[in-house]
């Protein structure tokens, strides 16, 4: 699995920093608050279960599980939501957790959601942000990492259901998808 990477951009050591970096300044910028981390599923697993140990506050965890690509590299317009979350967002603090921002079409579905339910508040943490793939003018309140127009797997993020378990991101060659 390995030999399928071109590059490696983002190391176990600066992924762990990236995560206690977001985290102080969630702790800040949260005090006093109790909000609803929503983890988007599958990618952002990874991310989640490091993040919310960096988060020193009381928080609530729900994930959903929107689809946008299918298997391929090339994002599809027609998202889906294909597991809802269990709760109630209505007058929540939403804090979103997402594994990639690229074209921001999901982020867009999301947040027009929470806000259709009546969240008080809907805010971005994610791990990598791929400004140059926006097809939407949307940004994230949270950043990891910006990452560069290519694609990227491991740490969550897959091509093909695969590579989710590397421990690091990287590149994929292009003859593993061409
Ligand atoms: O900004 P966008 O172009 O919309 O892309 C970002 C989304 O694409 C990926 O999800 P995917 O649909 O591949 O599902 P997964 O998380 O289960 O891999 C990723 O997890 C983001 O949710
Ligand atoms: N694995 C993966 N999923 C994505 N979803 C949107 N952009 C990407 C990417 O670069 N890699």
Redesign the pocket.
């Known amino acids: 699995m390995n030999n399928d990477i071109e590059e490696i951009l983002f190391d176990q050591q600066q992924i762990h920093e990236a995560a206690v970096r977001l985290g102080q300044r969630i702790t800040e910028d949260y005090a006093g608050q109790k909000p609803l981390v929503l983890s988007?599923?599958?990618?952002?697993y990874l991310w989640t279960a490091d993040l919310i140990r960096e988060i020193d506050l009381y928080v609530d965890l729900e994930f959903i599980?929107?689809?946008?690509?299918h298997g391929g590299v090339t994002?599809s317009n027609e998202i889906q939501l294909v597991t809802d979350v269990q709760s109630d967002v209505k007058d929540r603090d939403v804090l979103i957790l997402?594994?990639?921002?690229?074209?921001?079409?999901?982020?867009q579905f999301l947040k027009d959601l929470l806000k259709d339910r009546g969240a008080h508040s809907v805010q971005v943490a994610t791990f990598l942000d791929k400004k140059e793939?926006r097809k939407i003018e949307i940004d994230a309140d949270y950043v990891g990492f910006d990452v560069r127009n290519e694609f990227v797997v491991g740490y969550g993020?897959?091509y093909a259901d695969l590579y989710r378990n590397l421990p690091y991101v990287g590149i994929l060659k292009k003859d593993i998808y061409s």
């Open positions: 988007v599923l599958k990618g952002a599980k929107i689809s946008s690509y994002s997402e594994d990639i921002v690229d074209t921001g079409q999901s982020l793939g993020l897959d």
